[in-house]
């Protein structure tokens, strides 16, 4: 089981820019696809991005396109999302998710959660 880490979230002012990190908290052997979701206030969990084992493939709500970017790191099982131009309503606790089979958009479909990074937008 592997146990995944986020960081970067905090509050940031309406059109300012992010960086989340994910990476898992000890050595692993298997590559996995990740990807980031993001769960609001009193909404259910959505999907926000996904890159594939080799980072060829990427996927981005077609809500966020533009303003959001997935990769890879240099580390195994790293991966980062860029978000730009930030608006209050991408306030949520933002979830990185991985999975040694799947790639794609579905929850059900990731095997491996971290606990959550807040991102707050506000003046």
């Known amino acids: 089981q592997v146990q995944l880490v986020e960081s970067g979230g905090g509050l940031v002012q309406p059109g300012g820019s992010l960086r989340l990190s994910c990476a898992p908290s000890?050595?692993?052997?298997?590559?996995?696809?990740m990807a980031w979701f993001r769960q609001a206030p009193g909404k259910e969990r959505e999907f926000v991005a996904a890159i594939s084992w080799n980072g060829a493939g990427t996927i981005e709500a077609p809500s966020l396109q533009g303003r959001i970017a997935i990769s890879r790191g240099d580390a195994k099982n790293t991966v980062y999302l860029e978000m730009n131009h930030l608006k209050p309503e991408d306030t949520a606790v933002y979830y990185c998710?991985?999975?040694?089979?799947?790639?794609?958009?579905?929850?059900?479909?990731?095997?491996?959660w971290g606990q959550g990074t807040q991102v707050t937008v506000s003046q």
């Open positions: 000890g050595p692993t052997d298997t590559t996995y696809a």
């Open positions: 998710a991985a999975d040694s089979t799947y790639y794609g958009t579905i929850i059900s479909g990731f095997s491996h």
